[in-house]
């Protein structure tokens, strides 16, 4: 039973790229949600995505973007990266009707902007 | 608004001792979920235990244990018989139990381990 993925591992940026990181769900699972955990802080929650629709979105910039597809796999983008976008980020994955259950988290992204 | 409280930035152990990671929480939810997730130096997230706010006994996992005292909105986790492998960030976290409610991370413990 595969758990969640995410690609890539870790990725190199410049200040005002843009960056695509990728997500797929633990197997039965749909939906998806993403967090960013800046060192030293615990991860602070970007968004969620259930049925391809944005559902709950944290207090993020609109520079944060997301998608999520048939296969239940999502993406996340972010525009215009800035220094402080640094950070690992964490694709979870859970059962849209069993809210209160635990949810599974991947491996993470680790983003650097320099 | 819901917020998550972990007071110990650090905390050491000797190997085998038992050791309590204290947690609390605020909001004003009626029904919710409590959370205790392990990341390793790896980054990782590992999922250890859940406790339900209206479950009438606290929840155990293995070597680990719940202690929930609603009444003081606090959900400490008690690891028994320490290993070296526990060494790591702790985090506690806590949602609502609508589909699309939000986790909210405390700010993390760190443990460590003592041979």
């Known amino acids: 039973d595969a758990g969640v993925t995410q690609s890539p591992t870790h990725l190199i940026k410049t200040r005002g790229q843009q960056v695509t990181l990728r997500c797929s769900p633990k197997?039965?699972?749909?939906?998806v949600s993403w967090y960013q955990q800046a060192l030293g802080q615990g991860p602070q929650f970007i968004f969620q995505y259930y049925e391809e629709e944005e559902r709950q979105r944290g207090n993020f910039p609109d520079r944060f973007s997301g998608h999520q597809f048939p296969n239940y796999s999502s993406e996340l983008n972010v525009n215009a990266l800035l220094l402080g976008d640094s950070a690992l980020y964490l694709c979870?994955?859970?059962?849209?009707?069993?809210?209160?259950?635990?949810?599974?988290f991947g491996p993470g992204t680790r983003l650097t902007v320099t | 608004a819901q917020k998550i409280t972990q007071t110990q930035p650090g905390m050491f152990v000797q190997e085998k001792e038992a050791v309590t990671l204290d947690c609390t929480y605020d909001?004003?939810?009626?029904?919710?979920?409590l959370f205790w997730y392990k990341q390793p130096s790896s980054g990782e997230m590992i999922f250890l235990i859940y406790q339900g706010s209206y479950d009438q006994q606290n929840a155990t996992e293995g070597r680990y244990s719940l202690n929930f005292q609603k009444a003081r909105k606090s959900a400490n986790l008690v690891i028994s018989a320490s290993q070296l492998g526990d060494s790591a960030m702790y985090f506690c976290a806590m949602r609502g139990v609508a589909s699309y409610d939000k986790v909210i991370f405390g700010p993390g413990t760190s443990l460590s381990v003592i041979p």
């Open positions: 197997s039965g699972h749909d939906t």
């Open positions: 979870a994955s859970s059962l849209w009707d069993r809210p209160a259950y635990e949810q599974y």
């Open positions: 909001t004003s939810d009626p029904s919710y979920g």
